[in-house]
């Protein structure tokens, strides 16, 4: 064997060796697929596809009870109806997330929650219900 196939031998034989399989569950890695694929859409302005990837990431995450997953799909979701201008869409969106978020991890995304909601109620000319939402989120600054 000449030296150039010694070392193509020995370039593959560490190569095997410094790969990792991913021995987490079939369905975590699937509902991680799924939820990439879905923001490489939604990227691309794919929004239907990127809707179905979601979607399947929602379904995968429910059913291992996995709040983060859920939260994250719906986070998204919201996003992407919000995309396409279906308001009706991204207030059920985030009222479904705000319900895990306040469950689970409220102070991540809670502030990301309003901001959306309040960017719907602009989007809608509806003034009156953006101020309440975004107040909160505005830093205070002293006159000293």
Known sequence: ???????????????????????????????????????????????????????????????????HGILLSLINLAETAMATGNAQAVIQRLEQAESVARRSQPSRYLDRIQLMRAQVYWREHDEQRVMPLLTPLLPEFSAE
């Open 1 to 67: 064997m000449n030296k150039a196939g010694i070392i193509f031998l020995l370039l593959l034989l560490l190569n095997g060796c410094a790969s990792v399989s991913d021995t987490r569950p079939e369905i975590i890695r699937k509902s991680e697929y799924y939820l990439e694929h879905g923001v490489t859409a939604f990227g691309n302005s794919d929004y239907v596809m990127a809707a179905e990837f979601f979607n399947k990431a929602l379904a995968h995450y429910r059913s291992i009870d996995d709040s």
